[in-house]
């Protein structure tokens, strides 16, 4: 990238740049002056070539947009086109216990990271209906903040403020659905959270997936809270623990990236088995920047790409 803030920039070229650019992408002159930080009064003017200001400062804001977008494109053209969602075993596995839910029944997964349960659940909604996802985090692993998370899902748009009354018109909606919820990072939830669910499946019938980290099988199991999780243990029909891939997950994840390279697919096979790893995201994470480095330097993926892109993982400057 060049430093243009005392550099000449050819203020006609900038407007033809700036004219086309807007019209490729269909932007209207509010949008296009968000995307550039002009406002629109004053950028309409300058592409149309009579504005009356300083045209050298807006011709070199546009300069520095122009560059930091075709970094980006030229970023995104190294990327290797992403699937959506492909199939291996431990993907079938967590499909198993989402249709175990969605028949009406309770059941829990615990799986390690990187090993595509969010993005299978988010792939099971459109399979069936009606079916909501929630996600619970540090900051709605409540009783009162998952009430609203299941109102917003589902839709209800209660009027009621307490948390209690809200809950009891949510009963009421899901009475007369065969529904499905999936609670993803479920293993935030507080013990009165988890309660809460397993009401909400005695009162309506709603079939409840709860997803997470092995912590919450953990938890409903072996933990100190263990027996006071005695009903929700009990309603539990499914439960899948997995702390680590196979090798057919990540040879599933090769082909669909379409990495046939024996070295490579050895490399992502390596990482993502060992302890400790991000499974399939680390490998996608390697994937990305070593397709960058590949298009940098004019070629294919090669296996020396994705060893330096797994190195730059974890750089350490030790005394």
Not at 185 to 202: C, G, I, P, V, Y
Request: charged share 25%; glycine share 8%; with cysteine.
């Amino acid at each position: 990238m060049i430093h243009v803030d005392t550099l000449p920039v050819d203020v006609a070229d900038m407007i033809d740049w700036a004219n086309g650019f807007k019209a490729m992408h269909g932007l209207s002159w509010e949008k296009f002056g968000e995307l550039v930080d002009i406002k629109a009064g004053t950028l309409q003017p300058f592409c149309k070539g009579n504005y009356a200001g300083r045209n050298e400062d807006l011709a070199r804001k546009i300069f520095k947009f122009k560059q930091a977008e075709e970094s980006r494109t030229q970023h995104q053209a190294g990327i290797p086109v992403e699937p959506e969602f492909f199939e291996c075993p431990t993907t079938l596995r967590v499909r198993a216990i989402l249709a175990e839910a969605a028949s009406g029944n309770m059941t829990a997964g615990g799986l390690g990271p990187g090993m595509c349960k969010t993005k299978t659940a988010q792939e099971f909604l459109g399979r069936v209906s009606p079916a909501w996802m929630i996600t619970l985090d540090e900051l709605t692993y409540d009783v009162g903040p998952v009430v609203r998370l299941v109102e917003n899902a589902i839709g209800l748009k209660s009027n009621k403020n307490w948390a209690s009354r809200v809950s009891a018109d949510i009963i009421d909606f899901l009475r007369k659905k065969r529904a499905l919820l999936i609670v993803d990072e479920a293993n935030h939830a507080s013990r009165k959270t988890l309660e809460q669910f397993r009401r909400w499946h005695d009162a309506t019938g709603v079939g409840i997936c709860l997803l997470g980290n092995e912590e919450l099988i953990t938890r409903l199991e072996t933990g100190k809270e263990r027996d006071a999780f005695g009903r929700l243990n009990s309603r539990i029909s499914e439960r899948l623990v997995q702390n680590m891939l196979e090798e057919d997950d990540i040879a599933c994840f090769c082909d669909a990236w379409n990495i046939f390279n024996p070295g490579i697919r050895a490399l992502l096979m390596d990482v993502a088995l060992r302890p400790g790893s991000g499974g399939l995201r680390e490998c996608r994470q390697i994937i990305t920047k070593a397709s960058v480095i590949a298009t940098q330097d004019g070629g294919s993926l090669e296996l020396a790409h994705v060893r330096w892109a797994y190195e730059r993982r974890a750089i350490r400057i030790i005394r």
